[in-house]
């Protein structure tokens, strides 16, 4: 198995794997099992958590447990919604994130959704600044922007989000996004790469996992006799988007990152556009206000 993953340069100047572990939807037991399998029997790097996620700590213990120096580990976690009340508010959600993960910094640290409340958002985003100076994080990013959202962060003239983490797979290509992601210099990553599962909508929008069952990608797994969300990911790859597979189950685990022996062609890659249809299986941005603080907290 070949699994060096390439990196992709942030423009806070650090590089982050192109290929990590999400670990949503997983409890702390499974948790804990899955990272020390993705760091020590799989080859990973890259971990992804968010405050929102429950499992900071589980994450931590599997870090703290694994041989991987923590130089050559990118671990991610994000600030919950609830927690953008403001610069003391924000701060002491990362302080808090770090204890549970064990670690004096991350790799980056994300605001989670945008709330609708964007004077809110932009006074979040000083305090995140904040966090970077402070080397608290590395890099800061959010997730969940449409580029009506980056825009407001960037003509603040402030600090350019390293990282927009979105829903993003076959079904949902996110074409406009990322054009207008690259004009600004940055790097899109990509979650429920593999289509989600049926709860990837807080409880929402949620729908079926219909890619790991899809005809199409089934013929071109075939072809090079690698899985469907083998292929899927391949096509996140090669598309330059930073991809972030969720599994608990160990050989998933190592299946999810054996994918640098083999390339999707032009006609394997034009197939897999045809399968856009915008089709969401999490929220939309612009709806999702889920605990967002009052008005005047
Ligand atoms: P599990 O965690 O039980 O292994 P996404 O990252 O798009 O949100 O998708 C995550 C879902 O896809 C999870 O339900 C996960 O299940 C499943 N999954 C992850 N890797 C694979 C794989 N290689 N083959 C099939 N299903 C997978």
Redesign the pocket.
Known sequence: MTSAVPGVELNSGTTIPQLGL?VWQADDDETERAVTHALDEAGYTHIDTAAAYGNEEAVGRAIAASSIARNDLFVTTKLWNADQRGRDAVIEACDTSLRKLGLDQVDLYLVHWPLLDMDRMKRTWEAMQEIAESGKAKAIGVCNFEPHHLQVLIGEGDVVPAVDQVECHPNLPQNELRAFAADSGIAVESW??????PN?GWGKASKDNTL?SDSTLGGIAEKYDK?I?QVIIRWHLQGGLVVI?????PE?IT??IDVFDFSLDDADMLDIANLANNRRVGIHPDEMNIAAPDDDA
Request: overall charge positive.
């Open positions: 999400g429920s790469p593999l289509g989600g599962t990837s790991l899985s969300a597979p969720k599994s608990v189950t998933r299946q999810n």
